[in-house]
């Protein structure tokens, strides 16, 4: 988290943005300030924006990586991770994003969707695709 403050102030210096402007990329990420970025999607928007205004790590520094879905080929896909949401929603009770959570690290031995291994994101996918078997419920979503 501390990684992704320091990344986010260094592209602003580079840049030298003005206060008014940098308020705008945060707001437009859905955050008041640097600290209030939470997310991967957050951090993501904002260093595409900075991108796109000129930003370039540099190599001795901070660097940025995308960690968006589907955007390595070593980590879960876009497509998997919705369907494992997909089959969180439907079979689980507590639909929660913590619980969700737990379970990923607890299979995949990582905190963070987007840093699960293709190979533990299958292993996942038919945990709970067993979990809407117990359930009552057909993960494929056709008639029995």
Known sequence: ????????HVAKKQLGLDEETYRAILSGAGAGSAA???????????MAAFAALGFKSRGAGVKYRNTAP???????SKRQEYYIRGLW?????????????????RIG?????????????RAVILALRDICWKAG???DGKPE
């Open 1 to 8: 988290m501390n990684n992704r403050l320091a990344i986010i």
């Open 36 to 46: 209030e970025i939470v997310t991967s999607a957050q951090f993501n928007s904002v």
């Open 70 to 76: 589907g955007t390595n080929p070593a980590f879960i």
């Open 89 to 105: 929603a439907l079979a689980s009770r507590a639909r929660d994003e913590k619980s969700l959570r737990h379970m990923i690290k």
């Open 109 to 121: 031995k990582t905190d963070d969707i987007s840093f699960l291994p293709r190979n533990a994101a």
């Open 137 to 139: 419920f057909n993960p």
